[in-house]
């Protein structure tokens, strides 16, 4: 009976949680082409020391360096609004299926659908600006072929799955939008959109944090399985993949092999680290590893706690 309690007293905590989430957003609805006018400035967009290749010497002139800011921040807004879209395609499901859609939960994922969809539209505008000539190897051929699998047959029908790879998805361009803001040589436009974006993306995080102990203790035993061996490569696939090798292949470098070097530069690790260790957090403190909380090798490995 006690147990039964908390579960309900949790429960409840949830729900105010929740609903104070979604009056703020209510509150604060922004749209991007009223609210953030101008655009993006027709050099490089980003200092070296926040591109990918920061502390790799491949001999890039100053000009393939300012061609690869601005193929860098493209690849990260198209892969930031296709994740967005596979986010918006989750919950709608989890919407169309849910058995009571006057829980709070369901009002705030239609506040969040409405923001995605404004910051999917900013991200497209950007894209429209850039106008970039590389193409994602992730979404094509063979990659683009597993990549579709997975997402239908893996991720989208499994709350919490998907939320943890939500948690990922929103915290990794958090912290490069992060350091995208705070530098001073960042495009002023673009460290507007940054700021507006993490803004947003601050309750979507409060909201998956809050969410995922109940989201867990509901899933069935593979779906928890799932997120404790399946979950930190796919998250590992995710960060790697938002700067494509195409992008490299774009200023001239050859593709895949200086995106392998990328992959396992000393800063590109730290920052996947840094990145990663607030999702391992969540999904330890929400029991994803039961009592004994100790994460699995795969998460070790993820935020550098293992061997690489
Ligand atoms: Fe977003
Ligand atoms: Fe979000």
């Known amino acids: 009976m006690a147990a039964i309690a908390g579960v309900h007293l949790g429960r409840r905590h949830v729900d105010e949680t929740v609903e104070r989430l979604s009056s703020v957003s209510a509150r604060r609805v922004i749209e991007p082409e009223v609210d953030l ?64 859609l006057t829980d709070p939960r369901i009002t705030y994922l239609l506040h969040e659908l409405g923001e995605e969809t404004r910051h999917s539209r900013l991200f497209i505008s950007l894209l429209a600006t850039i106008k970039p000539t590389a193409r994602n190897p992730f979404e094509r051929g063979l990659l683009g072929f597993l990549k579709r699998r997975v997402v239908h047959d893996l991720i989208l029908g499994r709350p919490a799955l998907m939320d943890v790879l939500v948690l990922a998805g929103e915290e990794i361009p958090d912290l490069i939008q992060k350091r995208m803001a705070e530098h001073p040589e960042t495009d002023p436009y673009l460290r507007e959109v940054n700021r507006y974006h993490r803004q947003e993306e601050a309750r979507h995080l409060a909201f998956a944090r809050t969410v995922l102990p109940e989201l867990l203790a509901t899933a069935p035993r593979r779906e928890r399985f799932l997120v404790r061996h399946a979950a930190p490569l796919l998250i590992e696939i995710m ?63 993820l935020v550098g706690q293992g061997p690489q």
């Open 37 to 100: 006018p101008g655009q993006l400035g027709g050099g490089r967009l980003i200092a070296d020391d926040l591109l990918s290749v920061a502390g790799l010497d491949f001999g890039l002139t100053d000009e393939q360096r300012a061609l690869l800011s601005r193929e860098e921040v493209a690849a990260i807004a198209d892969e930031g609004t296709r994740f967005e879209a596979v986010l918006t395609a989750g919950f709608s499901l989890q919407i169309a299926q849910s058995a009571d």
């Open 239 to 301: 960060f790697d993949s938002l700067v494509h090798p195409d992008v490299y292949r774009s200023v001239g470098l050859p593709g895949w092999r200086t995106w392998w070097t990328v992959k396992r530069s000393p800063q590109r690790l730290a920052l996947r680290h840094e990145a990663t260790a607030p999702v391992l957090a969540a999904v330890t403190a929400a029991g994803g590893f039961g009592h004994r909380r100790r994460p699995t090798r795969r998460w070790r490995v």
